[in-house]
């Protein structure tokens, strides 16, 4: 239990809150008194004699008699403190006959009192006289020590103990086959888990004297992982059957087993107190112990006799039955319960061992007429069966035959004739398994009392039943289970009856599983099941039977009644259920049981006048109290059971405890009356607000508080109001939904719209009918408990009601609004009758004379009252702190405390408040919207009429029509919730309000009242009656249109005050067009504005095209992706990319379903511009890339054309797709032909080259085809001069001269190379699309056209966009790229006089545009590099191209640099100069910047392209430009790497020797890594590599580079480095002259080894920065050159 925490306006008297009442009995003499403790009692727990109290502060007291305490206390009425606890916070305390238990805080739990039976859970004690800490400990879990268990709540029995563990399982100690354990010896010492409950989420425990109850949550589909079992392990009974039944199968559920427990051999051990020898009497029979009574008379010891058990043989395959002594019993849940006789009702009166054959014979008789009278009665063999009493127990199988005979000549002809086919033999065996026929052991011994058990009939109190519904409860029967497995169940009377009715389907209607979506956490769970285990003898287990269960064993027959708390007296049980009805079962000697079945061996309700709600009840020894709600709103309390009389208290009790249930009626008469069913306590209502009830021995007490500030009679009150609801909505449930619903001819009757919409309904009734229940549970436990505000769930979670009621109200309008009620009338009428009473009663409803239908629109909107209920109540609870802000001024803390609470109060009662308010709303609208439809002409009607639609407001009062509308032409403007309808003659439109925009038309141009009403295919202007109805369309319109925007629909909480006035002209809605033109039947879904689409959106025709991406104006514009499905291809084409006005436009990809890809420019929707086109993959037919530039969707313009099929590669111009005008061709087979190209032929004058340099220069006709005049000339030099036909390579017809030029010259090598380039496209005309692009970008119509500020702003737009893009989709770029962007996001400083730090700012700037393709420059620089790689590389890496490779290269600088200086204008042009600040004469040395001249007098950096450019664009081209040099170059390279080869195998003193070095040059010793540091070697003359080395390292490092700038840095640092080496060896400055320097240079570039040295050398001359050339690094250079041609023509000797 919660402690209560201190109230706020409880100053500490005490004297409010808590207040304990004792009484004893019922007549109208007793007053109760008042026992005055310092603090308010929160819990009371009573034993026989004693009794103890929880307070406040977690203390405890006990009072009445203490045997065990040592020193007896005198005055034993007054409550002592029990100091031993003190210290420790208790939070709940119980109490058994003789001792007592409390759990602490930390859930520890403290046992004191008798001990001798283990009680106490403290072995070697046989009383406990003061509070004991008790270790209940898990020791199955691994660890050590073993875990201990912390404990929720405690109950105490007789002799046993339970402790609730916070995990949910329940833990016992003690003696008895109450504990549940399979123990084997008691008393058990050590708290054990009950195994059989292990697994299930147990609620609360309760213990009688000698029996356990607990309330278990019910197994919903989240425990599903238990594992699946369809036998029982004990009687090897199937746990389900299936009876076929007519059209329908029923499964049943129903079985349990026997005796609730497995015995195997061991268990014969079980308790036996008195010696029973002789008990077993087979090895294979396992026989049950007898348990003795606690009578002191001694036990009658049952001893069977070996002898008469008639041999029988062993025990069938199907295994060792495990019953015996079979007693065969019907229990009332109908199931067959085969069991041993029990001892366990022993008295000293009459005790014959068997009742005599006539005695059954009679009682069969008056059983079968039972059945007939009684129809309701669910006779039959189920009614028979338990007559058979112990009659079995011990007769052999001949008997059993008779028996059975006879029970089916009782029941009558109507159930007799279905046995005619079955041999009883058989049928006996059916049922019980081989072994239990012949059963041994003890026969039963019975007395009267059990007696009395067997004769009740075993209708499970049908007629008590005050639900009054029969029906009800057969179709939850047929729904659970049907009585018996198998042959029996198919001929059930029950079945038999069941034919003469209209037939009914089962329905269920209570949600299954957490119903509400919050689960089991937030609200208390409904769906419980009660077990039961112990002794039975009076019935109070629940089982129909009177006999022990050693385990326990779910009541079946309180499945599905909600029990929400049970209590346990000496020898009954009771069970309270969320309705507020009370079960009980078991002794009911003093009628404590509140009726008057005596026993009850099965759960039935006690009498209680109608509108009693119980909603706490408590068990004594043998009287009952129960708490309940009165007319008042003040609780008052029912008495059951014995009256006490003062004087012969004493000896009653004692008399009570010897006891036995024989002599009841005698001790009855002794103690005087008892009730016949509860009576009321006179003196309740002068006991204030009584919160909970307890009883114990002879005793009752009753915690009340008094009416502070009208406090607790506010929470009393909305507790009450919801118990009663609760019930209300129980009832209209059980007896209209569920009835109607289970007619079969109800979907019929409704159609099935309607039908599906009544069952919609039901469900979410049954979902609102939970939650009241979950939330009257929940409320009336912190009544109990702690009677806070903080514990009301309804202010945490006001939300989950809110949701609930919209949703049922919800459901309640589209029925009513599709004319569910009209439809229902019928059905209702033949269910209910003409005058339905019922429903007049239940719908609450004055008026007379209503229909059927008005009576269930009443009935069915009746709980969205109930809101207007929760705001009123929570309003008064908030008055309450009003008065208390005002009063207690003392404590902040406290102000702080309740200033939150009154809080939440308003917050929640507002909340209610206004939903009350909108659900007012909804029912207006709905009412409305039905009243609409009957005048609506009928065939439009069946199309509009939806559900969820609600009318708002239409124009048949001609407030609105049409502009320019033709005199007879109708037109009616009918607005719903969803739709606008424009509706005609014979056709209607219906406008979606999500894509409806709505504006007024200023009066003053037209002075008519008009409406402009813009939907995406139509304009529509209305015109309103008067400036009112404009007004008022114009509100609904916008009102309707904002929520259907909002998604609320119906469900708008438009009672908000702040009403916008329109909805937003932007906004997301999904909308099909209809009209013909290019969207027709299309659907888009995205951002709308005005009545277009406007922003990201997904659009979808028909034909399977999408387009998924940006729009503006209705137009896809903007980045958007396109899927087009090719239908002879059965591919899609798929273009991404930049769209504009609806056609694509700017950069994009096309991917075709053919497999071509294009990837370029577009505009107008074809490609145009450049872009490169890739056919095919490498092993299709025809594989092919061109890039190049495009016109109008067609290749024109300059582009390289690569034919991977063929191993061409043309670059040159085009045409309308064909090659026109000049061009190159190379061939993987090494020809080159430059020239002019007509119609796609090389048509005209053109130059051929093959690999061997055989060269013809002429006319040609076709490709490759030589044709008219030429020269052809030889490698050696002589040509030929004539006119040729014929195709290359294949004979050519030659008309012509032959010329040896060189015949008599003795120098060969004078042939004049072929001078090549004339005839093809000349650099500065290549890629101008390229650049054109670039310029565009900027903002300019040609090249260097437009505002440099217009560029910038063009480029940070650029970024921008790109940036957004990326952020949609951030695995487009690294890390390191989003830096650059947003360094890039500055715009540099671009006016004003470029100096020297300018210079380099702007040299940082563009290596950083360069490297994202974001920026124009770099999307530029990756253009260009792709075209070149395209040209460059593969077949296009040709020798001859080497020329044009780097005069393109040149090109690129020239016109990269434009448009650097158009964005800094203020830079130098080519060859312009810095001055540069003269203290940086050091700096100048960059290694990627050219160095200015070192002789120019005064410093300045020189401005050139290739200074700024190459570094940035070089790098990307290297591998292609390089090839191309390594390529040309290669002969002469060979000739070099020979020579090199052959010197570098000379030692270091032979080659300087070699080469002339002279010999002070010479490295006399060398630092050597070896020896200690700074130690030198010796050079000797096999020295190899070790001179020079530094410089040997650092010129090697000339292949690493790229640039010629870079390259030259190199040669200088090598130069360095040999100077510096000279200078060791000299010790002195030293000045180079050539002589001295080429020699040792020569042996230096030797031993570097430079495999490609001649194409370094080509490179840094052809790209060498021209004002280099004469300077400092253009005479080291030249050095380097002559090197090269040195060691080409070295004779080595």
């Not at 010999?1559 to 050597?1568: A, G, M």
Request: hydrophobic fraction near 35%; include cysteine; proline fraction near 5%.
């Amino acid at each position: 239990m919660e402690t209560q925490s201190k109230s706020s306006w409880d100053d500490g008297g005490g004297g409010e809150r808590g207040l304990l009442h004792s009484w004893k009995g019922y007549s109208y003499s007793v007053t109760p008194e008042r026992l005055l403790l310092p603090r308010p009692v929160l819990q009371v727990a009573l034993g026989s004699q004693h009794g103890v109290l929880l307070v406040e502060g977690g203390q405890v007291y006990s009072f009445g008699e203490l045997p065990w305490k040592q020193s007896q206390v005198p005055e034993p009425a007054k409550p002592t403190l029990e100091s031993a606890l003190s210290g420790q916070r208790v939070v709940t305390v119980a109490a058994g006959s003789f001792h007592s238990g409390a759990v602490t805080e930390d859930g520890g739990v403290h046992m004191w009192g008798e001990n001798s039976a283990g009680q106490c859970g403290l072995s070697g004690l046989s009383t406990v006289p003061n509070p004991t800490p008790v270790a209940v400990q898990d020791l199955d879990t691994v660890t050590v020590p073993p875990q201990t268990v912390p404990v929720l709540e405690l109950a105490c029995g007789e002799k046993h103990t339970l402790a609730l563990s916070v995990q949910r399982e329940v833990w016992a100690w003690g003696s008895g086959c109450q504990l549940g354990l399979n123990a084997a010896v008691f008393p058990v010492w050590k708290p054990q888990k009950v195994e059989h409950l292990a697994g299930r989420y147990v609620l609360q425990v309760a213990c009688g004297a000698s029996h356990s109850l607990a309330l278990v949550r019910c197994l919903g589909s989240h425990d599903g992982h238990r594992p699946h079992v369809d036998k029982c392990g004990r009687c090897n009974e199937l746990l389900y059957t299936m009876t076929d039944k007519e059209d329908h199968v029923i499964i049943s559920d129903s079985h349990y087993c026997p005796l609730g427990v497995e015995l195997t051999e061991d268990d014969g051990k079980l308790e036996a107190p008195t010696p029973t020898t002789g008990l077993k009497t087979s090895p294979s029979e396992p026989v049950l112990p007898s348990y003795t009574s606690k009578s002191e008379s001694p036990a009658v010891p049952t001893v069977a006799d070996p002898t008469s058990v008639p041999s029988q043989p062993q025990a069938s395959e199907e295994g060792e039955a495990s019953l015996v002594n079979g007693m065969l019993q019907v229990s009332d849940s109908g199931t067959l319960a085969l069991s041993g006789g029990e001892s366990d009702a022993v008295a000293g009166a009459k005790s014959s061992p068997y009742p005599d054959e006539q005695a059954v014979k009679d009682y069969l008789k008056k059983l079968s007429d039972n059945t007939q009278t009684d129809t309701k009665a669910s006779g039959g063999l189920n009614a028979l069966l338990p007559s058979t009493g112990g009659l079995i127990s011990s007769t052999p199988t001949s008997a059993l035959n008779n028996l059975v005979a006879s029970c089916a000549s009782a029941v009558g002809g109507r159930v007799a004739s279905t046995y005619e086919a079955l041999s009883l033999k058989k049928m006996m065996n059916f049922y019980l398994p081989s072994g239990a026929s012949r059963s041994g052991g003890s026969p039963g011994v019975v007395d009267n009392s059990a007696e009395r058990v067997r004769q009740e009939d075993s209708m499970q109190g049908k007629k008590s039943s005050s639900t009054g519904d029969i029906r009800e409860e057969e179709a939850e029967g047929l729904r659970r289970r049907l009585s018996l497995p198998g042959l029996l169940s198919q001929v059930s009377p029950r079945l038999l009856r069941k034919t003469g009715r209209p037939k009914m389907r089962a329905v269920a209607l209570t949600p299954l599983g957490g119903a509400v979506p919050e689960d089991h956490e937030v609200l208390p769970t409904l769906q419980t099941e009660v077990w039961s285990w112990g002794h039975g003898e009076h019935g109070q287990l629940g089982h129909g039977d009177n006999l022990a269960r050693l385990q326990p064993l779910c009541i079946k027959s309180l499945n599905n009644k909600e029990v929400v708390r049970v209590a346990a007296g000496a020898h009954h049980s009771l069970a309270l259920t969320a309705q507020s009805q009370v079960f009980s079962w078991g002794s009911n000697s003093s009628g404590q049981l509140g009726h008057m079945e005596s026993p009850s061996t099965v759960p039935r309700l006690a009498k209680l006048s109608e509108g009693i709600r119980v909603w706490d009840v408590s068990a004594g020894e043998r009287h009952t109290l129960l708490l309940a709600d009165g007319d008042c709103i003040q609780p008052i309390i029912y008495y059951s059971g014995q009256q006490v009389k003062e004087g012969e208290e004493e000896g009653g009790n004692e008399k009570e405890l010897h006891q036995q249930g024989g002599g009841e009626e005698e001790e009855e008469e002794q103690a005087g009356g008892y009730t016949q069913q509860p009576v009321l306590l006179p003196f309740c209502m002068n006991l204030g607000y009584v919160s909970s009830v307890f009883a114990g021995g002879r005793r009752c007490v009753a915690l009340s508080d008094r009416n502070v500030m009208g406090f607790i009679a506010s929470l009393h009150e909305l507790a009450s109001a919801e118990r009663r609801f609760y019930c209300k909505l129980c009832n209209i449930k059980s007896q209209i939904l569920r009835p109607l619903l289970e007619l079969e001819s109800l979907s019929s009757a409704l159609g099935q719209v309607i039908f599906g919409l009544l069952q919609t309904l039901a469900s979410r009734f049954g979902r609102l009918c939970h939650l009241t229940g979950q939330h009257a549970t929940s409320l009336t436990a912190s009544l109990r408990r702690c009677r806070e505000v903080k514990s009301l769930l309804i202010l945490e979670h006001t939300s989950i009601f809110l949701d609930c009621y919209n949703d049922y109200c919800s459901a309640v309008g589209n029925f009513q609004v599709m004319g569910g009620f009209q439809a229902l009338t019928k059905p209702s009428i033949d269910m209910f009758g003409k005058s339905p009473e019922l429903l007049q009663k239940l719908s609450e409803c004055g008026e007379e004379n209503l229909t059927t239908a008005d009576l269930l629109v009443v009935l069915f909107y009746l709980p969205s009252r109930h809101l207007h209920e929760y705001s009123r109540l929570l309003l008064k609870l908030a008055t309450c702190f009003e008065v208390v802000g005002g009063r207690n001024t003392s404590s902040s803390a406290c102000d702080l405390k309740c200033s939150t609470e009154y809080q939440k109060l308003q917050d929640s009662c507002s909340k209610f408040e206004a939903s009350v308010l909108q659900l007012k709303r909804k029912r207006k609208e709905a009412d409305y919207t039905v009243h609409f439809w009957k005048i609506f002409p009928g065939k439009m009607t069946d199309s509009l009429r939806k559900p969820y639609r609600r009318l708002i407001c239409e124009s048949s009062n001609k407030g609105l029509t049409l502009q320019n509308a033709g005199r007879f032409s109708v037109n009616w403007f009918i607005l719903f919730n969803d739709v606008l309808v424009h509706a005609q003659f014979s056709t209607h439109h219906i406008f979606p309000l999500a894509t409806l925009w709505v504006e007024p038309i200023p009066e003053e141009d037209t002075g008519l009242y008009g409406l402009k009403v813009i939907t995406p295919e139509e304009t529509l202007t209305l015109l309103a009656s008067s400036p009112m109805e404009k007004a008022k369309w114009l509100r609904s319109i916008n009102q309707a249109v904002d929520q259907a925007l909002s998604g609320k629909g119906q469900d708008a909480a438009s009672g908000s005050s702040v009403q916008k006035l329109e909805p937003p002209i932007s906004r997301t809605a999904s909308y099909t067009f209809y009209k013909e033109g290019r969207l027709k039947d299309a659907t888009y879904e995205g951002r709308w504005l005005s009545g277009k689409p406007n922003g990201r959106g997904v659009l979808k025709w028909s034909d399977g095209r999408i387009y998924t991406g940006a729009f503006k104006n209705g137009l896809e514009d903007g980045f958007g992706e396109f899927v087009a499905p090719n239908k002879t291809l059965n591919k899609n084409d798929h273009y991404q990319g930049y769209w504009k006005d609806g056609k694509m436009h700017g950069l994009g990809t096309y991917r075709y379903a053919s497999g071509e890809v294009y990837d370029g420019s577009f505009q107008e929707g074809v490609r145009h511009g450049h872009g490169m086109l890739r056919s095919g993959k490498l092993n299709t037919s025809s594989p092919s890339v061109f890039i190049g530039q495009w016109l109008q969707d067609k290749k024109t313009g300059y582009g390289v054309f690569d034919d991977i099929t063929k191993g061409e590669k043309y670059m040159g111009m085009w045409q309308d797709h064909q090659r026109q005008g000049t061009g190159v061709v190379v061939t993987q087979f090494g020809l080159y032909y430059e020239g002019a190209f007509k119609d796609n032929k090389m048509m005209g004058t053109g130059v051929l080259l093959s690999e061997d340099d055989t060269t013809y220069e002429g006319e040609f006709s076709d490709d490759w085809t030589l044709s008219g005049k030429g020269v052809l000339t030889m490698p050696n030099g002589d040509y030929l001069e004539g006119s040729f036909n014929g195709e290359w390579g294949s004979g050519l017809k030659v008309t012509g001269s032959y010329f040896k030029p060189h015949l008599f010259d003795t120098d060969k090598d004078k042939t004049q190379a072929m001078k090549l380039g004339h005839l093809c496209v000349c650099a500065e005309d290549k890629w101008p699309a390229v650049f054109e692009e670039c310029w565009s970008q900027l903002g300019c119509e040609a090249p260097g056209q437009g505002e440099p500020e217009k560029a910038w702003e063009n480029i940070a737009v650029a970024l921008t966009t790109s940036q957004r893009h990326i952020l949609d989709s951030p695995e487009i770029l690294s890390r390191s790229h989003n830096k650059t962007l947003e360094s890039l996001e500055v715009i540099p400083q671009h006016v004003g006089p470029i100096t020297m730090d300018r210079y380099n700012a702007i040299r940082l700037y563009l290596i950083k545009a360069c490297d994202t393709p974001l920026h124009p420059l770099g999307r530029l620089l990756e253009t260009l590099v792709a075209v070149y790689r395209m040209t460059y590389v593969g077949v296009g890496a040709n020798r001859r191209l080497l020329h044009q490779a780097v005069s393109e290269i040149k090109s690129y600088l020239n016109r990269i640099f434009l448009i650097v200086r158009f964005l800094f204008p203020d830079l130098p042009e080519e060859g312009g100069l810095i001055p540069e600040p003269t203290t940086d004469l050091q700096e100048k040395n960059e290694p990627d910047s050219t160095d200015a001249l070192p002789e120019s007098p005064k410093p300045a950096r020189v401005v050139s392209s290739s200074a700024l450019l190459l570094p940035v664009l070089l790098p990307r081209l290297y591998p292609p430009l390089f090839t191309l040099y390594a390529l040309d170059k290669e002969r002469e390279d060979d000739v070099y790497w020979e020579c090199v080869l052959r010197l570098n195998k000379q030692p270091d003193l032979a080659l300087l020797a070699f080469l002339g070095v002279q010999q002070k040059f010479w490295p006399v010793s060398i630092p050597t890594s070896l020896p200690a540091p700074g130690e030198k070697q010796q050079v000797i003359p096999s020295t190899k590599d070790a001179c020079f080395a530094s410089a040997v390292e650092t010129l090697q490092q000339i292949s690493t580079t790229f640039t010629p700038s870079d390259k030259l840095q190199v040669i200088q640092l090598t130069f360095e480095e040999i100077t510096q080496e000279v200078q060791v060896l000299l010790k002195q400055d030293f000045l180079w002259s050539m002589d001295d320097l080429f020699p040792v240079f020569l042996y230096v570039v030797l031993r570097a080894r430079i495999r490609n040295l001649g194409s370094e050398v080509s490179l840094i001359e052809d790209l060498m920065d021209p004002c280099v050339q004469h300077g400092e690094h253009g005479i080291m250079f030249t050095t380097l050159k002559a090197c090269y041609y040195q060691i080409q023509h070295e004779k080595v000797t």
